[in-house]
């Protein structure tokens, strides 16, 4: 059996370990200097030698690693990674016999068991997400796991650990039948072009499922759309297909334009009669104020951090100024789409940057709808900050 290290809590963070909280944050740990290889199986034990948990040693964002089991004896092992993919497996039923559906999370780390692991499902291939080295040196037994447990056209990784905590360009092929990207999946119907192995990003951001079925089905009939942040247009193409009379979509990075047209034709969609514009939205947001433009449904989904050559951008600190801009150039009793991924607050204080936006620019609003994580997304309610999404729709009333 691999050596373990044991490691003392700090007795301030024993109380949320006992709890659940499964994230080790680094200040928890007195003795972490014993720490030397990320994927060390690591023994917690508070200040009176009592366990806690076993788990992990590995380096992503605040945390030094994952709490996997709260049993003393259980082993981190195949059977281990076999048992909790069996479980996250069945949780996920019904959305492998959904026909409009062929694309959703089968894995949500610690939401599953597992912190820093995700796994996606695209119509027979699957993605593993790693965001640490310390589980990526545990790959072998979680592609065992996949072998043992699913049937799979190929199965695709994402390393999303170097020294940034960003994303480490590879061939991300791991096995079976190397694909013919992009594919095509389907979510409640819609289509979407996806490439597994085209860098960090595969063309669908999952966790917007139910935001996007929402703005097709309740929000997008008859309406200008002005979708910023926009990526590859998977809000557009939804409100398109809802019945919007036009979408705008903006985003800075030039190959959205190709992604952005490539979604529009795979739903039948005639992406000429659509503006797809590649520019910088807060230039984009004076260019529509200069012009006169008003939209009555406008989606914020900005990066959770962002820096060009002259500005830099952090939803924490700058969302309310976003906010006020679409504020601006949103018709009375349009809808704004305010979202944010950013896991370091709340829905309580993402609600408050929405009230300061709309006080700063006298503007009353209500609240109509707001979404979460999807279900297959699984997470852990009694610590918010898992469940990292926030979605929030805004009414302008005057």
């Known amino acids: 059996m691999t050596n ?19 994230l080790i944050l680094k200040e928890a740990i007195q003795n972490k200097d014993l ?25 992503q964002n605040k945390g030094i690693g994952w709490v996997l089991t709260t049993k003393e004896h ?6 281990f990674f076999n048992k909790k993919l069996t479980i996250a497996l069945s949780h996920r039923e019904d959305y492998f016999s ?25 119509d027979g291939y699957y993605m593993v997400s790693w965001y640490s080295e310390g589980i990526y040196s545990f790959r072998e037994h979680v592609y065992n796991a996949l072998n043992d447990l699913v049937e799979y056209k190929a199965i695709y990784e994402k390393k999303r650990f170097d020294t940034k905590g960003q994303y480490i360009d590879q061939d991300d092929f791991v096995m079976g039948t190397e694909g013919d990207f992009p594919i095509i999946v389907k979510e409640n119907g819609m289509n979407f072009a996806v490439n597994l192995n085209d860098g960090a990003m595969t063309g669908i951001f999952l ?3 139910d935001v996007r079925r929402a703005i097709r089905d309740h929000y997008a009939d008859g309406t ?4 910023t942040f926009s990526y590859t247009g998977a809000f557009s193409v939804a409100a398109a297909l809802g019945g919007a009379t036009k979408t705008t979509s903006v985003d800075l990075a030039k190959r959205s334009l190709a992604k952005t047209i490539e979604q529009f034709s795979v739903n039948g969609i005639d992406y000429e009669a659509q503006d797809i514009k590649v520019m910088d939205v807060f230039h984009y947001f004076k260019y529509a104020v200069r012009h006169e433009l008003k939209f009555d449904l406008v989606v914020l989904d ?34 704004i789409v305010a979202s944010t991924n950013n ?37 852990n309610r009694d610590f918010p900050e898992f469940n990292y999404l926030k979605v929030v729709f805004i009414k302008k009333l005057n």
């Open 35 to 59: 720490l030397e290889d990320e994927g060390e199986i690591i023994r917690l034990v508070d200040h009176h030698n009592r366990y806690i948990g076993t788990g992990y040693y590995g380096n």
């Open 224 to 227: 200008n759309m002005l979708n």
């Open 343 to 379: 896991a370091s607050f709340g829905m309580k204080k993402f609600k408050t940057f929405i009230d300061q936006a709309f006080k700063e620019t006298n503007t009353k609003y209500k609240i109509i709808d707001q979404y979460g994580l999807p279900k297959d997304f699984r997470a």
């Open 98 to 122: 959904d026909s409009n559906t062929t694309a959703f999370r089968i894995f949500n780390g610690e939401g599953d068991g597992i912190g820093g692991l995700a796994i996606d499902y695209f």
């Open 4 to 22: 373990i290290l044991t490691l003392r809590v700090d007795p301030k963070y024993v109380a949320e370990l006992n709890r659940g909280y499964s």
């Open 302 to 335: 900005p990066p959770s951090f962002a820096r060009t050559k002259k500005m830099t951008f952090s939803t924490a600190k700058d969302y309310p100024k976003l906010l006020a801009d679409a504020i601006a150039i949103t018709e009375k009793n349009g809808i």
């Open 74 to 79: 259980e082993q981190i092992d195949q059977a």
């Open 207 to 209: 966790d917007q499922r």
